[in-house]
């Protein structure tokens, strides 16, 4: 079953369209990487999935239903949209326990829920009463994932998880993120920077890159592709990502 569904989908700021005929399927548990070079608007069109900006064209399904043009973020979330954002959208003035407390669906549900989660993530525990703002980096991308997790998500956007992060710590997170997925069936959308990382827990991925999608196919199909390992880090225009070389998953679009 597709959890998220988008044909030809443009998204941008403003009058300005950043990354167009975006063609993208996320399937019920599985793990989706999108990757690409600065500003090739990955994360703009993670924002627009989560419906806090309007598409500039195309079409999204998500969880079987069609989402209009216009942004209805709370309408996704009651859904089971969730996103971490980038900055992870913390209340740095609350503490552990309370900016947790605003991710439980309801109260009955939410204690067996609260309890589920910090055996997952047992470090929280001990930090419940500490403010958010006062976490280390790891802690706080934790919180964040906590909190988001929560809410048992169907579809959950996670925005660069690894960023400020050692990679020891990254990857440990994005274990934790992928072991709770397939505990709660939750699928996974993730942009991210550190493609060898992600590239060991994601299903598959697409690439961005010239305003477009120029690859779409396994995380082993990306990993075995030096050129498109390049692309994703340089915006460079490889062969790989042109050309048909070899894969009807490579997809220039161009
Ligand atoms: N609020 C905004 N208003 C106008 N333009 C924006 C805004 N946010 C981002 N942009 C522009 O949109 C383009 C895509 O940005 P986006 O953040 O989606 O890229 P990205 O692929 O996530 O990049 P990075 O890997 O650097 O985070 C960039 O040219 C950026 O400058």
Do not use: W
């Amino acid at each position: 079953m597709k959890i998220l569904e988008t044909r030809g989908l443009s998204v941008g700021h403003g009058a300005t369209t950043v990354a167009r005929d975006l063609d993208l399927e996320v399937a019920a548990g599985e793990i989706v990487g999108i990757f690409g070079p600065n500003g090739a608007g990955k994360t703009t069109a993670l924002l627009t999935l989560a419906g806090c900006l309007p598409a500039h064209g195309g079409t999204v399904t998500a969880l079987g239903s069609s989402v209009g043009r216009s942004t209805d973020a709370r309408a996704l979330a009651r859904r089971g949209v969730r996103l971490v954002p980038e900055d992870r959208g913390l209340f740095r003035q609350l503490t552990v326990r309370e900016n947790l407390i605003l991710g439980l669906p309801g109260r009955r549900a939410g204690k067996s829920a609260l309890d589920e989660t910090l055996d997952a993530l047992p470090k929280l525990r001990a930090l419940l009463p500490r403010r958010a703002g006062l976490l280390s980096g790891g802690e706080q991308q934790q919180l964040a994932l906590a909190r988001a997790l929560l809410g048992r998500p169907k579809l959950l956007l996670v925005d660069e998880m690894s960023q400020g992060l050692a990679p020891t710590i990254a990857m440990g997170l994005l274990r934790m993120l992928k072991d709770q997925a397939a505990e709660h069936g939750t699928s996974v959308l993730l942009v991210e920077q550190h493609v060898p990382m992600a590239l060991d827990v994601v299903d598959r991925a697409y690439v961005f890159g010239h305003g477009r999608i120029m690859f779409s196919g396994t995380a082993s199909e990306l990993a075995g592709s030096p050129d498109l390992l390049a692309a994703v880090y340089l915006g460079a225009d490889s062969k790989a990502a042109r050309g048909p070389a070899g894969g009807s998953s490579l997809n220039p679009n161009e």
